[in-house]
Nanobody
Framework: QVQLVESGGGLVQPGGSLRLSCSASGSISSFRTMGWYRQAPGKQRELVAFITSDGTTNYGDSPEGRFTISRDNAKNTVYLQMNSLKPEDTAIYYC????????????WGQGTQVTVSS
């Protein structure tokens, strides 16, 4: 059973930056895609970004060019660099991995809290 563990969340002031990490217990190459989702209080979980096994990236609407997803296969880790953070970015951020095959199986981390506040 693959496990995904997020880290790097915390409290940051508006305009600040954070880098989230998602470490997998196995090889991230075993995932077709890996991505980040977030869920704010009272809202549905939404896609932030995902990255495919060949490095292709795709972003949801919310980052607006402020976030960058990347992966380090040697470290089995996916990152989310978040810049110019806004209070509306406050949410729990979850790491997700989608397996190969059909139907794909989704794996989730436990989430890491990001709070943007002065």
């Amino acid at each position: 059973q693959v496990q995904l563990v997020e880290s790097g969340g915390g409290l940051v002031q508006p305009g600040g930056s954070l880098r989230l990490s998602c470490s997998a217990s196995g090889s991230i190459s075993s995932f077709r895609t890996m991505g980040w989702y977030r869920q704010a209080p009272g809202k549905q979980r939404e896609l932030v970004a995902f990255i495919t096994s060949d490095g292709t990236t795709n972003y949801g609407d919310s980052p607006e060019g402020r976030f960058t997803i990347s992966r380090d296969n040697a470290k089995n880790t996916v990152y989310l660099q978040m810049n110019s953070l806004k209070p509306e970015d406050t949410a729990i951020y979850y790491c997700n991995g989608q397996s190969w095959g059909w139907p794909p199986r989704g794996y989730w981390g436990q989430g890491t809290q990001v709070t943007v506040s002065s």
